[in-house]
């Protein structure tokens, strides 16, 4: 759907111009952010190769790290991957001595996840370029930008977890 406006580019806030961008300018938007996340994923990457890891394990300790004692089911629901996927990762974690999980203290059915010393020590040397990068880019880019790009990425989300999403970001640990 294209939507013209009828008041002069010039009268135009630089926000409502950029309600107007050509199908070029959204192809490169679309490419950066391939970039980007290439760069943003490339050291934790270098490190979970170290480990026999991908990206889905890194995931799994990010979560589990924020939220301690997050259930089975929660961080199912987060990453929206399948249960047989999830099982696989989480077994390899535990194996590994970086995931425990304890059956729940309301409901024994559920299983709580937290990470162990080691789990821990993983997760801090997973995030601490990524929190470098995205800090340096906040830096660059100032604090309009930083709160601009904030409301771009919720407005990405899936408009029926949008409102969940945002209330576990601003939540973080439980």
């Known amino acids: ?50 480990y026999g890891y991908g990206r889905a394990h890194h995931r799994a300790i990010h979560f589990i790290n924020r939220r301690p004692g997050l259930t089975v089911a929660d961080l199912l629901d987060m990453l929206g991957v399948t249960k047989q996927s999830l ?9 590994d001595g970086l995931v425990q999980s304890a059956v729940g203290k309301v409901d024994r059915r559920q299983r709580n996840l937290t990470l162990t010393e080691r789990g821990a020590a993983l ?28 409301r ?14 945002i209330g576990l970001v601003e939540r973080g640990r439980t």
């Open 1 to 50: 759907m294209t939507t013209h406006s009828t008041a002069p580019a010039a009268t135009m806030s630089r926000g409502e111009q950029l309600l107007f961008l050509t199908d070029d300018q959204l192809r490169q938007g679309i490419e950066l952010m391939f970039f980007a996340y290439q760069s943003f994923t490339s050291d934790p990457d270098r490190i979970l190769e170290d």
């Open 87 to 95: 099982n696989r990762v989480l077994r390899q974690l535990m194996a």
């Open 123 to 150: 997760e801090r040397e997973l995030s601490a370029a990524q929190r470098e990068r995205v800090r340096r880019a906040y830096r660059e880019a100032g604090s309009d930008a930083v709160a601009g790009f904030r």
């Open 152 to 165: 771009v990425l919720e407005q990405m989300v899936d408009p029926e977890r949008r409102e969940r999403i």
